[in-house]
């Protein structure tokens, strides 16, 4: 929903904004070495590097930040059909069309005569469109390159859409439970052999599978709430380091308990993630 106190966008600022990009790499592709050189190969792992940038962005609210990485994300993503125009595979008018045609498509609710009252409906269709566009399993749109959390997530999402799901969270968290008690098991013992911990590590994967489901279930996030976990540790370590630098200590020659009066300090001075 738009903020009615929101500055009055045009759609023709947008447009001429737009094309003003495509101008400059026009321009750049054809006059700077770098540009010149550069493949979707060699992109890639930029790409990949800024997707990453704009997500802690996200996580940390920083709308100016967001604002730079929104723009060097595009920048690639033009790029790319920049990059395929010029071998006469497509350009950036058949990518947005494309994008396009497939929304309506699979929108029917909103272009068609289907009904789709809650976002449930919603998935179901849309899972049901896929599968007509050519997919031979629900999961066959689960990029097998993602992170292991997101993709778990994306495998249940998936599940969820064609009707495989538990009915109430208490179910969800017996098998959280049940997949803790089997992993206690497996490294709960005198002498672990490798053949204990290759169970260990099956039963630990099941946690984690299980864990994620039930954060989903809640319509939580694992993948953020872990994000934001690790910036929350990094900002607070970053002060415990900084205030024994500021004692003249060194943290590899501090007590735990030393280190955990700084540690304690800084969960009153940094700054949550969430403000």
Known sequence: MENP???????????????????????????????????????????IEETYELSEAILTQDMPEIKKELGDVL??????AKIAAEKGDFDIAEVLNSQCDKLV????????????????????????????????????????????????MR?????????FDWDEPSKVWEKVEEELAEFKTEFDKPNLTDADRVKATDELGDVFFSLINFARFLDLNPEEALAKTNLKFIQRFQYLEQAANAQG???SEMTL?????YWNEAKTKTTPLDQ
Request: hydrophobic content about 35%; aromatic content about 8%; proline content about 4%.
């Open 5 to 47: 106190a929101a500055p009055a966008y045009t759609r023709q600022a947008q447009l001429d904004a737009f094309n003003r990009l495509l101008d400059i790499l026009d321009d750049l592709r054809e006059k700077c070495p770098w540009d010149r050189k550069q493949t979707m190969e060699s992109l890639r792992h930029l790409t």
């Open 249 to 251: 200590k060194k943290l």
């Open 75 to 80: 920048l690639h993503l033009v790029f790319y």
């Open 155 to 163: 495998i249940q999402e998936k599940a969820r859409g064609v009707g």
């Open 105 to 152: 498509f699979r929108h029917p609710h909103i272009y068609g005569d289907t009904k789709a009252e809650t976002e449930e409906e919603v998935k179901q269709n849309w899972e049901s469109l896929k599968l007509k566009e050519g997919n031979k399993s629900v999961l066959s749109g689960v990029p097998s390159s993602l992170p292991s959390m997101v993709k778990a």
């Open 257 to 261: 308990a030393e280190m955990d009066v």
